[in-house]
């Protein structure tokens, strides 16, 4: 049988503010998993931490930011899309395609780009 070819993707995820550690935890868990179960692998994890939005979203001012770089097959994505919309602690999230994985996040000002 013929493998799949994989790409890297960058995924970007705001879960609610209003969750426990616990049920962040989970929730998590539920986006990894689906990544997982549909072929793909993860690459890295980038916590980033809760934050304000920029405007707020179903009344909420805060979220929990994830950036998770994982490898999976391109038919997964659309895939993954209709669960998340289905995903009631997820605010937003945002998937491209990545040429290397990040091992650390840095951000310059615009000044200097």
């Not at 490898?71 to 209709?82: G, T, V």
């Not at 491209?96 to 780009?113: D, H, I, N, T, Y």
Request: with cysteine; net charge negative.
């Amino acid at each position: 049988m013929e493998e799949l070819k994989k790409n890297l993707y960058e995924g970007m995820y705001i879960l609610s503010a209003t969750l426990s550690e616990d049920s962040r935890k989970k929730a998590l868990d539920k986006i990894l998993n689906g990544i997982t179960e549909k072929g793909g692998s993860i690459d890295k994890i980038h916590d980033l931490g809760r934050k304000r939005l920029a405007y707020t979203i179903e009344n909420k001012r805060e979220g929990y930011y994830y950036l998770i770089y994982f490898s999976a097959p391109c038919a997964a994505i659309s895939e993954l899309w209709k669960e998340y919309h289905l995903h009631e602690d997820l605010l937003r999230f945002i998937t491209m395609r990545a040429e290397e994985v990040m091992e650390k996040l840095e951000f310059q000002p615009l000044s200097q780009q």
